[in-house]
């Protein structure tokens, strides 16, 4: 009934508009059985004419079944202008779509844009070449290996084949007179054909991440070419000079192997070399290469994230932690004997310092003893999750915490980018000679340039090259290390952020090593116009220059101070110190800090569900504004519900702490009040990380409970969820390690939902009255409503005695405190090792230990207590407190544990049936 359903409104609506999207949430075999049933409910061949675009998803397609007629059926569309064959779940490689097409395909002839993406082809379909009025083709993420240009139509505008295995170009090109844009980024290509050079209308070539060893000079006589992306090559050697068109704006020569650059390059304004070794860094890589078997060495692996082992002198040492981190110790990198730990911090439990637009992608490794120095660089790898989802350009670093003598300060590593075969795992590695905490980061991208005394130096941004920098000479004493980050703001950019109607530029933000030069020469500075000024006419005086420094800690107007010249692309002005710069127009200029901090946050929304076999088990989280749908859907399938589990769309920056608080009729469950302000204080104070995936981290369970004494009623309270203001630290600046003790403050603003009962209302004015919302205070951002209802009434009895409940079950049975009492009495000094194999983290074990100190059985007591509180209505809890002990070598105590199970499980069986002898 549903999939009739379906069909019909999938029928009217594309005889309305025209368009038939069947790429849904629904299963793809199912969209293309609804495709079907819909070609078979538009009848007539004027239905058929009216339908311009059709998307269909081709993920688990299979050539040997129904799927295998399915695309015959696009040759009744006649005047079909639009056709997307996308396998992949929204943009997720699966590499199960199509191999083939069918050759009715050919009889499409007003086909203007084809999407073949996330598929399987290993060559151009050959029908492709038959399609007449064919102006763009999308084959990313497939399989092909060779790509032959004579194949294609001789009307295509626009190719893409991203990211597949094209080793080489071949065939000829002679036909392509309108071809304006090709993008081969993420391939295996080597050579390119001399006749690329008869492209005429070439506009954009982009060849990045290949295995080209030259430049392909054939690329650069085509006359009006624009771009020229060439970086993530082999590239060694460039002639001093080329023959560059007249038309050319930007040769991306970034990321290769070129030695030495001569003026011809290092001058010109539209070739971006950077990240290219220079010849004495390239003597020191060959030299580190040379040198390299001293980390090729055998990792020995150890059996927890919390670790600690002996390292010597004379001998290498490797080792590697469950989660993925991998440790290189080379020899004579310490003096002698020396004891090393380290362990796995998670995002929420650290305040790793993140500056506005960066991104945490790995949990925080620390290392110890902290501080200590090492002889030679030890190797370090962390493996991350990372996921490009806006339109900045960012690069991956570690950032590492150093300790000085009054506190801790960070830098930024060089990382070498790591994609393991599977593509799903990414590591990062980097060498350091000392030991603090590290993470993998992902920050905007930062250009550099030395500038000496006697040089004119121009540094140019590699996000927008119309940004730029320029040094004459003597404006610097000694030599100074420039370093440039741009905050990209495209039209797009301010839509996805809802900020379409604003006009702002991209914010620039500048900085010297050493840190706080003034220039002894004015430094001119050229920052692009906002996207929609650029070459049109406009108030000049309504466009506001803006400056942020930390001595003033906001954005000022500095207009009025400085001397501006405006160009159809740019704004030039001049400076002697360097800080953050941006461009507003002046209707906006009383709100910029809103404005800002909406460039810098993520759109979130926070969600709740009760659990449907348990509904006092409740798990609270925060989670992107695009990953909610998907969220709610996977935590269903696990078998929660919620009416209305989702809050409003939110704003938070990356790291910024937010806090869950239970009021109303339902209050948190625990066993003291001391309790439930650990539960409070830890479980349910939590930080927003915009990568990491939401089913891993980021979540809270915990139990509730009615606040009021009687259970007969229903009860409704709310999680209200909060947030802590995020304080950005500038990198080398001296900051302090931990986490800061957070003021408890219960209030809270308005609800926005309505209140069930007068008592609620009363106890939620009450905490309006005090909620502050001030910097560095608790911000009320949202409520998601939730209902216990009471104990279902005993139902009548039956001819047979049933018992819904067996021993054990939810581990009600099982973890008693008798039975927990008696555990605890086989375990000895080695419990917390044993608390971490059972899932609880440090500062959960440290925080028993403190609270009862030099009690080591009352501790042990205390820590099954507080697992088996948290796991007790986990279905499988049982069997995961076995393999706990199984895997931490204590297979003494798991048969104990097992025989006290199975005793139990007999006893109550032998009492069922003793119930229901006495029932009949």
């Known amino acids: 009934m549903d999939e009739e359903k379906d069909c019909s409104r999938f029928s009217q609506q594309a005889l309305i508009s025209g368009r038939l999207n069947l790429n849904t949430e629904k299963q793809p075999q199912l969209c293309r059985r609804i495709f079907k049933d819909v070609y078979n409910l538009i009848k007539d061949k004027a239905g058929f004419k009216s339908i311009r675009t059709i998307h269909l998803p081709t993920n688990d397609w299979n050539d040997d079944n129904e799927d295998n007629g399915t695309l015959d059926l696009l040759s009744e569309f006649q005047n079909l202008n639009i056709c997307v064959l996308k396998g992949g779940r929204r943009g997720k490689c699966l590499c199960d779509g199509m191999t083939s097409l069918p050759a009715s395909f050919t009889s499409l002839e007003h086909l203007r844009h084809v999407d073949l993406s996330f598929n399987r082809f290993t060559s151009f379909p050959s029908q492709l070449g038959k399609l007449t009025s064919l102006k763009l083709l999308i084959m990313d993420y497939n399989s092909l290996e060779v790509m032959d240009l004579k194949d294609l139509p001789c009307s295509i505008e626009e190719l893409y084949c991203r990211h597949n295995r094209i080793g080489h170009l071949e065939g000829s090109c002679d036909h392509l007179s309108e071809l304006k844009i090709i993008e081969l980024s993420s391939n295996q290509i080597d050579q390119i054909p001399p006749s690329v050079a008869s492209l005429s209308a070439l506009l954009c070539f982009n060849l990045k991440d290949n295995r080209l060893k030259s430049v392909p000079l054939c690329a650069l006589k085509c006359k009006n070419l624009q771009k020229l992306y060439l970086s993530h090559n082999d590239i060694t050697f460039i002639e001093e000079s080329l023959d560059l068109p007249h038309s050319l704006e930007l040769v991306d020569l970034s990321f290769n192997k070129i030695a030495s650059f001569s003026q011809f390059y290092q001058n010109n304004p539209i070739v971006c070399i950077r990240g290219n070794p220079t010849e004495r860094n390239l003597k020191e890589q060959q030299k580190d290469e040379n040198a390299f078997d001293k980390y090729d060495v055998s990792l020995a692996k150890m059996d927890s994230d919390f670790a600690s082992f002996d390292i010597v002198s004379h001998h290498a040492v490797g080792v590697a932690l469950p989660c993925g981190v991998e440790m290189i110790f080379p020899k004579f990198c310490v003096k002698q004997s020396t004891l090393i730990f380290c362990k796995l911090i998670p995002p929420e439990e650290t305040e790793l310092i993140l500056n506005p637009s960066d991104q945490l992608l790995s949990d925080v490794l620390q290392l110890g003893p902290n501080g200590m120095k090492f002889d030679d660089r030890i190797k370090i790898t962390i493996p991350f999750h990372y996921s490009a989802f806006d339109e900045q350009h960012r690069e991956i670093i570690i950032r590492s915490l150093t300790q000085v003598q009054n506190g801790n300060k960070y830098e930024d590593l060089e990382a070498a980018i790591n994609l393991h075969d599977d593509n799903k795992e ?8 000392h030991f603090t905490v590290f993470a993998v980061v992902s920050r905007l991208v930062e250009d550099t340039v030395q500038v000496d005394q006697n040089a004119n130096t121009i540094l140019w941004s590699s996000c927008n090259p119309l940004t ?31 900020l379409s109607d604003d006009v702002v530029s991209d914010v620039i933000h500048l900085s010297t090593e050493p840190k706080n030069t003034v220039f002894q020469q004015a430094v001119t500075i050229h920052l692009c116009l906002p996207d929609v000024l650029i070459g049109k006419t406009f ?12 001595v003033d800690g906001d954005w000022n107007d500095v207009t009025g101070d400085t001397s501006l010249t405006f160009s159809t692309v740019d704004v030039s002005f001049q400076t002697n110190y360097f800080c953050r710069y941006w461009l507003v127009w002046e209707n906006i200029k009383g709100v910029v800090r809103q404005v800002y901090r909406r460039l810098t946050t993520y759109n979130v929304q926070f969600l709740c569900m009760q659990r449907k076999v348990v509904p006092t088990a409740v798990i609270a989280q925060c989670v992107r504004e695009e990953n909610v749908d998907e969220r709610v859907k996977q935590l269903s399938e696990q078998g929660y519900f919620g009416e209305d589990p989702c809050t409003g769309v939110q704003q938070l920056m990356e790291g910024e702490i937010f806090k869950i608080q239970v009021i109303g009729g339902i209050q948190l469950k625990s066993h003291d009040e001391h309790d439930r302000r650990h539960l409070e204080e830890k479980v349910l104070m939590k930080r927003f990380h915009s990568q990491h995936p939401p089913q891993k981290t980021g979540f809270s369970r915990f139990c509730i409970e009615s606040s009021g004494g009687d259970t007969r009623e229903v009860k409704t309270g709310y999680v209200s969820f909060y947030k802590f203001s995020h304080q950005p630290v500038t990198k080398g600046e001296e900051v302090k390690l931990g986490p800061k003790q957070l003021e408890e403050n219960s209030s809270r603003p308005a609800m926005k939902r309505s209140v069930h009962n007068r008592q609620e209302s009363t106890e939620l004015s009450s905490a309006q009255a005090n909620c502050k919302g001030d910097s560095g205070k608790e911000e009320h951002l949202d409520d998601v409503l939730i209902v216990l209802e009471p104990p279902a009434k005993p139902l009548p009895p039956v001819p047979e005695f049933d018992v819904p409940l067996k021993f054990g079950e939810l581990g009600t049975g099982m973890f008693t405190e008798v039975n927990l009492r008696h555990i605890s009495g086989f375990l000895g000094s080695d419990w917390m090792e044993f608390g971490h194999y059972l899932g609880l983290k440090t500062a959960e074990l440290d925080r028993i230990q403190m609270d009862y100190p030099n009690n080591t059985k009352e501790q042990i007591f205390r820590m099954l207590r507080y697992w088996s509180y948290i796991h007790m209505h986990d279905e499988d809890c049982v069997q995961t407190f076995l393999k706990a002990l199984m895997d931490a070598d204590r297979k003494d105590i798991a048969d104990q544990v097992d025989r006290i199970y199975k005793d139990g499980v007999e006893r109550y069986e032998n009492s069922v049936k003793k119930l229901r002898r006495n029932h009949q």
């Open 468 to 498: 730029k920098l320029s040094f004459p000479s003597q404006s610097v004493a000694v030599e100074t290390k420039i370093k440039l980050q741009t905050l990209r703001v495209t039209p797009s950019y301010l839509q996805r952020v809802q």
């Open 539 to 550: 108030d000049e005086n309504q466009l506001r220059l803006l400056k942020w420094t930390s």
């Open 426 to 433: 990414q590591t990062a590695s980097t060498y350091a000679n």
